[in-house]
Nanobody, 126 residues
């Protein structure tokens, strides 16, 4: 079983950048499809980005396309979310999640994710 811990959240001004990190424990991490989700106050959790086990395939939600970049480092059991041109509507708790042997397109549905981190808060001020 993989255990996930996010970090890197904080307060940033509109137009700023942040890099979120997700540290994974467990020897099977390299076989996990990984994703980032977010949940804003009063809203449902929504898909942000996903990356295949090898890192060769990536999927983004429409609202972060071109601004966010997901990546992974299997040697160090890490997943990252580089966020640029941040907007106030990006304010949310960001969660890292993963599942073994999961197709990339299914990551968009949070019900398929097996493990979740505790979340890290990103606040974008206007």
């Amino acid at each position: 079983q993989v255990h996930l811990v996010e970090s890197g959240g904080g307060l940033v001004q509109t137009g700023g950048s942040l890099r979120l990190s997700c540290a994974a424990s467990g020897r099977t991490f390299s076989g996990y499809t990984m994703g980032w989700f977010r949940q804003a106050p009063g809203k449902e959790r929504e898909f942000v980005a996903a990356i295949s086990p090898s890192g060769g395939s990536i999927d983004y939600s429409e609202f972060v396309q071109g601004r966010f970049t997901i990546s992974r480092d299997n040697a160090n059991n890490m997943v990252y979310l580089q966020m640029k041109s941040l907007k106030p509507e990006d304010t949310a708790v960001y969660y890292c999640a993963g599942a073994a042997d999961l197709s990339l397109r299914r990551v968009r549905d949070a019900r398929y994710l097996e493990v979740w981190g505790q979340g890290t808060l990103v606040t974008v001020s206007s």
